[in-house]
Structure formats: structure tokens, C-alpha cells
């Protein structure tokens, strides 16, 4: 049986579509059939970070307006055999997305793969909503800071009320991925430690993927960071993948930098 997987936030820039694009691409190489959806209409950044923009013809507004089929809309990856691409519209709005017509589309998809990504835009408007409305399970996104944490309550608010698993009064699990998290800035009082993060979202934990390079250089490639073996992000992203597979693996959460003599000494000066 497919299952729906929804990558939501309430703030943007939290790396909402790095995430989709890394546990989509993890979940393909585990050898799972698996399709990337794009619900940021109007914007489009999936085909960006899955380097195929060139190669999209027909996107999910066309499917939905039945313009085209299914089929002719789907890009397969060229690096993972089981991976496909969804894209959106750039020159639509938001009201191209109907719940009919979202339905119909992942209705087909689930009789062709084993899981399907959402990737929604940021915050809660139709496409945020129809994004989540036919999801199994969740991953909510944030960042360690008090904008995205309250954003991210306020998404698992509406993920817990607001699906057609709500609706008929089944759960739906939810993760946290917490994206950015620079040790450093959190010994200094500048980010949320992760202890306060999870005791205001309350809900299970995914993956902590440090702030580094690597995530930015990827995405301007068009590589899924998944794919960067050198990354630390990688190893997070294959980990929390594993997770969302039953894996029991123990959650690595980023270490302060460790400062020399001379270093502590200057700080203690300042």
C-alpha cells in the first residue's frame, strides 16, 4: 500500500524543499518507487533542486486540468532509478490546486508507487492545506529559532485537525526534522536548544541536521544533498530516512566547536 508523505513548515527558508528532495531521493535508493510532488504553485522549486528544470514539459496543473496524462507529466531521475519528479506551474496561482483534482492525481500515483512526497509551500494557505489534507504521516520542518518553532506549532496543529485522517478519526504521525542547527549559536544563546524545541512541538523526533555548506552548494547543482557522501547533512537525511522505515537509530544532535586555550580566553575576556 502507498503511503503520503507531507514535508510542511509554517515559516519559509527552512529548508522544507532540501528536506522533501533528500528523504524522497533516500527512500528511492533504499529501493522503494518513490515521486516527488510539487504544491508551491506559482514558485516551482523542486525541479531546481532535482536538476531537471530543463526537462519539464507538463506539470501538475496540467494533470490536474487534464492537459496532459500522468505519464507524460513525470520526470524520472537520472541518478536513482526509482525516483520520480512531479513539477508544479510557475504561471498558475494557487486556486489551479482543487482537492478533486489532487486527489485524482494521488489516487493514480498510488497505484504506481510505494511513497509519495509532498512538498508544500510555506504556511497555510490551499496548497499548505491540500498538500497535508491526503497525507499518512508527517514531517514538520523548523529551524531553532522562535519564529519557525511557533510556526511549526501552529502547522501541527492543522496536520492534527485538518487531514482526511483527522477526519475520520485516525492519527497521523508526525516527525520533526530540525534544520540549521548551528552548536555554536545555540551554546551562545542565539538559537533554541533542542530540549526546548521538543518540549514545545512535542512530537517525535527525526533528525538534527547542523548548518553547513554543503546543503547550499548542493541545491546549486541541482543535487539532492542525500547524494553528497561528504556532507554531515547526508548522514542525517540517510538516518532520518531509515527512521521513517522503523530503523531504530539513535539520533546524533551536533557538538559546540571545540575551542583551544587561547580561544576560551578570549571569550572569557569579551
Do not use: W
Not at 506551474?89 to 483534482?101: E, H, I, N, V
Amino acid at each position: 500500500m502507498a503511503k503520503v508523505i507531507v514535508v510542511t513548515s509554517g515559516k519559509g527558508g527552512v529548508g522544507k524543499t532540501t528536506t522533501s528532495a533528500a528523504l524522497a531521493t533516500g527512500l528511492a535508493q533504499r529501493g522503494h518507487k518513490t515521486v516527488i510532488i510539487d504544491f508551491d504553485v506559482g514558485l516551482r522549486n523542486v525541479d531546481l533542486i532535482m536538476g531537471c528544470e530543463r526537462r519539464v514539459v507538463y506539470d501538475f496543473i496540467n494533470v490536474i486540468n487534464g492537459d496532459a496524462k500522468l505519464s507524460q507529466a513525470l520526470i524520472k531521475d537520472k541518478r536513482v532509478e526509482t525516483l520520480f519528479i512531479l513539477a508544479t506551474s510557475q504561471t498558475r496561482d494557487k486556486d489551479a490546486l482543487t482537492q478533486d483534482g489532487v486527489q485524482r492525481v494521488i489516487d493514480e500515483l498510488k497505484t504506481q508507487f510505494d511513497y509519495i512526497v509532498c512538498d508544500s509551500p510555506a504556511g497555510i494557505e490551499r496548497g499548505a492545506f491540500l498538500a497535508m489534507y491526503f497525507a499518512d504521516e508527517a514531517v514538520v520542518v523548523a529551524n531553532p529559532e522562535v519564529s519557525s518553532v511557533r510556526d511549526a506549532d501552529r502547522m501541527i496543529g492543522l496536520v492534527t485537525s485538518k487531514s482526511a485522517r483527522a477526519e475520520r478519526g485516525e492519527p497521523l504521525p508526525q516527525h520533526l526534522l530540525l534544520t540549521r542547527y548551528d552548536a555554536d549559536r545555540v551554546e551562545k544563546g542565539e538559537m533554541l536548544r533542542l530540549e526546548d524545541v521538543q518540549e514545545i512541538l512535542a512530537v517525535p523526533l527525526l533528525g538534527v541536521v547542523p548548518e553547513c555548506p554543503s546543503v547550499l552548494q548542493a541545491s546549486n547543482v541541482g543535487m539532492p544533498v542525500i547524494l553528497d557522501e561528504k556532507s554531515p547533512a547526508a548522514k542525517v537525511y540517510a538516518d532520518a530516512v531509515s527512521r521513517l522505515l522503523g530503523e531504530k537509530i539513535e539520533i546524533t544532535v551536533p557538538k559546540p566547536t571545540k575551542r583551544g586555550l587561547f580561544d576560551r580566553l578570549l571569550r572569557r575576556s569579551a
